[in-house]
């Protein structure tokens, strides 16, 4: 075992990066329910920490594309690899939405509000319905296109990073011994670049503190326990497709769900303090190349699930779809409802990474639906940001859980591997330079 292993190992409680995120967020709700106007004052604290890490972001996707990529050699595997993605994507986010919609029906959240039109303040949703009119099917699609190379960058759009990366990955194939050296050069700057996400995680806590205290003290415990219902119903319908459907398919792949909850227990406390499953997005491909699955299949898979593999978010829009009909005393029959659903499998698509975007694809959804007043996402404003925190950390967890999937059902699975890393066995990194052992054994060590 080396040196930098047995630091890890026995770091006092403290020292652990999941502790301090704990601490970060308990310290984070008492300033924000004592002194409210102080908490919410906290919230730079949290965005500093969200940008940090989106600069990034794409950066690492493009160097873990393009090596990926290079290193496989045939064209005929990247297309393959990613038919599979998208395939599993499309049936469990589709499990998804209809799970939310089962929930939603059942416990009834929303049919004890009886809201009328006019006690709906449709001012306090315009911003994201203007937002919205911009997310139909064909501006999402040709949105995957960037104007610039430049600006796909600039901006942080990931499908478009992503986009660019593929064709320059592809490109690089035929380049010959230039195109291998050309592939050592972004290798190296990629594990720079992991290098860098593990300093920034030194600050973690101090972020997740941050954006806490800003949401409690700016929307108040009390709007919790206002429209608590619709809160406990969507963490019931996540608990049960993240133990269920997710632990199900985890038990048929052979992989065990506890442990994979277990190994990334990291990275969910962060997701849960910031709402944002994109600040540990450079930290799940690094940890999950770690456990054992193929470059390629990581650099392919995270990314793209980040707009096609939002499970958590595709439960809280068709749950928040019925509710408003619930709250306002709109009758739904079953076809208007499976109408709903036909169309949240185009809208969900859309939504991003980042807190707040599945509110305004929900605007999107509801303005195509005639039969739901749009102004209803009034009454849910209030306890978005606290339901964002339950759509997140399904999406992280779905998403690290689809590459294994995918990477095991293209033979790019090492399970030998997995089980020990699992188990808490040290693996060595044979082919990462020192920087990254520090990052992967100090930092990412349980």
């Known amino acids: 075992m080396s040196a930098q292993s047995r630091t890890a190992d026995h770091q006092p409680l403290y020292g652990r990066l999941w502790f301090q995120v704990i601490v970060g967020i308990v310290v984070g709700v008492g300033l924000g329910y004592f002194y409210p106007a102080q908490g919410a004052a906290m919230k730079p604290l949290g965005d500093a920490f969200v940008k940090l890490i989106r600069m990034m972001i794409a950066p690492i996707i493009f160097g873990t594309v393009v090596v990926g990529i290079a290193k496989m050699g045939d064209m005929k595997e990247v297309g393959r690899i990613g038919l599979r993605a998208l395939i599993y994507f499309e049936v469990v986010s589709t499990i998804a939405l209809v799970i939310g919609m089962v929930f939603v029906n059942v416990l009834k959240p929303g049919s004890a509000i009886h809201a009328t039109a006019a006690q709906l303040d449709p001012k306090a949703v315009a911003a994201y319905t203007t937002s919205a009119a911009h997310l139909t099917t064909t501006d999402f699609l ?110 048929w792949s052979g992989v065990s769900l506890i ?154 699975l090492d399970m030998r591997r997995l089980q020990r890393v699992f188990n808490g066995e040290t693996v060595a990194e044979a082919e990462e330079p020192e920087e990254m052992l520090l990052v992967d054994h100090a930092r990412y060590g349980s």
């Open 142 to 251: 040709m949105n995957i296109i960037p104007a610039t190379v430049v600006g796909a960058f600039a901006t942080g759009e990931i499908l478009q990073v992503l986009f660019f990366s593929v064709l320059f990955g592809l490109a690089v194939l035929h380049m010959g011994k230039v195109g291998k050296q050309l592939v050592s050069l972004i290798d190296q700057f990629t594990h720079g670049l992991f290098g860098m996400v593990g300093l920034i995680m030194y600050v973690s806590a101090i972020g997740a503190f941050g954006a806490m205290a800003y949401t409690i003290g700016q929307f108040g415990i009390a709007t919790l326990l206002s429209l608590g219902q619709l809160m406990l119903a969507m963490i019931a319908a996540c608990l049960f497709f993240i133990f269920v459907i997710l632990g199900g398919i985890a038990w």
């Open 259 to 412: 442990k994979y909850l277990k190994y990334i227990k990291e990275e969910m406390l962060i997701v849960a303090g910031t709402s944002s499953s994109e600040t540990v997005l450079p930290r799940m491909m690094a940890k999950l190349e770690h456990l054992g699955c193929a470059k390629p299949v990581v650099g392919l898979v995270i990314p793209t699930g980040y707009s096609f593999n939002l499970d958590g978010t595709s439960i809280y829009m068709s749950m928040a779809a019925i509710f408003i009909a619930q709250a306002t005393d709109t009758s739904l029959t079953l076809q208007q409802q499976l109408g709903i659903l036909a169309v949240l499998l185009l809208t969900s698509k859309g939504a991003a990474g980042v807190t707040g975007s599945g509110f305004i694809t929900l605007a999107a959804t509801l303005s195509s639906i005639p039969a739901l007043p749009v102004a209803g996402l009034a009454l849910l404003i209030g306890i978005d940001r606290f339901m964002s925190g339950a759509r997140a950390l399904t999406n992280l967890i779905g998403n690290g859980l689809a590459t294994i999937i995918v990477a095991k059902w293209d033979g790019q």
